[in-house]
């Protein structure tokens, strides 16, 4: 199993991805706002995403865990 994190501090903007769904290596799963940049987080394998761990409007820290990939 795979541990999504945040490559940096900022807040959830908007998920794409749903817990069950399957994903595609290097598919958006979610996208983060930091200063007013978009980031996108994406998927580092092919599998199913088993959990999101966050809701749109949470605030991350950078490595928090955020998804978990299988």
Do not use: H, Y
Not at 17 to 22: K, P, V
Not at 29 to 56: A, F, H, T, W, Y
């Amino acid at each position: 199993m795979a541990e999504v994190t945040s490559p940096i501090t900022g807040s959830v903007w908007k998920i794409l991805a749903q817990a069950e769904a399957s994903i595609e290596e290097g598919e958006t799963i979610m996208i983060l706002e930091s200063m007013k940049m978009e980031i996108r987080v994406k998927s580092p394998q092919k599998g199913k995403v088993v959990e999101i761990r966050v809701q749109e409007g949470d605030s991350v820290l950078e490595d928090d865990i955020v998804a978990l990939v299988e």
